[in-house]
Each structure stands twice: as structure tokens, then as C-alpha cells.
Nanobody
Framework: VQLQASGGGLVQAGGSLRLSCAAS????????MGWFRQAPGKEREFVAG????????YYADSVKGRFTISRERGASRMYLQMDSLKPEDTAVYYC?????????????????WGQGTQVTVSS
């Protein structure tokens, strides 16, 4: 399976962006999926995860209340709606598919990764 993330860009603080992740080659409709990000000089960190059926979603404390993860049922597509963006949200954002039906915060739980999309928030 190949994952393709898109939707990144440059936005002012307080603005919004919507990231998309599309899977091809094999369905991931039965897998949990997640978003991670990596800022320059920092380790990759968990942002949000969602179960295979969209019934459960998980967020890092730093984005809770501002970001919303969603996915289309039966389709290998996932989204991350990012509102009230802050300069510290600047990073490359990666989508990933988990090994199991549920998504966790650990990178080791994910077996497939997209190429990343750059999000830059100016102050």
C-alpha cells in the first residue's frame, strides 16, 4: 500500500488547513490510521489517530480541541482538519496506516507511511 499526503501550505497563525491522505495499491479500510509530524531538529511525534471504522479518535494534548481527524467509511482516505493554527504547529506532517484496526500513539504501531506534506504557520 502507498500513502499520499496532501494539503499542506503556508498559513498565518489562527488560520486553518485541511490535510488529506489517500491510500492506493491496497485497501487500508480495516486498519487504524494516524497523523504524525516532525519539526526540524525534533523527533517525529504523534498528532492524531483514528480507528478503522472512525468510531474512536485520539489526539495529542498539544492539538486537542484544535485539530479533528476523520476518515471515509469503507474508503482508504483520511483527513486532518487543523484550526487555530500556531507557529509551533510548523512541521512536515505524515500520514500512516497502523498494523491493527486501532491506532495508537507509538510510531512502532504503524507499518506504512506517506511521504509527508509541509505545514508552515507564520506568526
Amino acid at each position: 500500500v502507498q500513502l499520499q499526503a496532501s494539503g499542506g501550505g503556508l498559513v498565518q497563525a489562527g488560520g486553518s488547513l485541511r490535510l488529506s491522505c489517500a491510500a492506493s495499491g491496497r485497501t487500508v479500510s480495516n486498519n487504524g490510521m494516524g497523523w504524525f509530524r516532525q519539526a526540524p531538529g525534533k523527533e517525529r511525534e504523534f498528532v492524531a489517530g483514528i480507528a478503522w471504522n472512525g468510531g474512536s479518535a485520539y489526539y495529542a494534548d498539544s492539538v486537542k480541541g484544535r485539530f479533528t481527524i476523520s476518515r471515509e467509511r469503507g474508503a482508504s482516505r483520511m483527513y486532518l482538519q487543523m484550526d487555530s493554527l500556531k507557529p509551533e504547529d510548523t512541521a512536515v506532517y505524515y500520514c500512516a496506516a497502523a498494523r491493527s484496526s486501532y491506532a495508537g500513539a507509538q510510531t512502532s504501531a504503524y507499518t506504512r507511511w506517506g511521504q509527508g506534506t509541509q505545514v508552515t504557520v507564520s506568526s
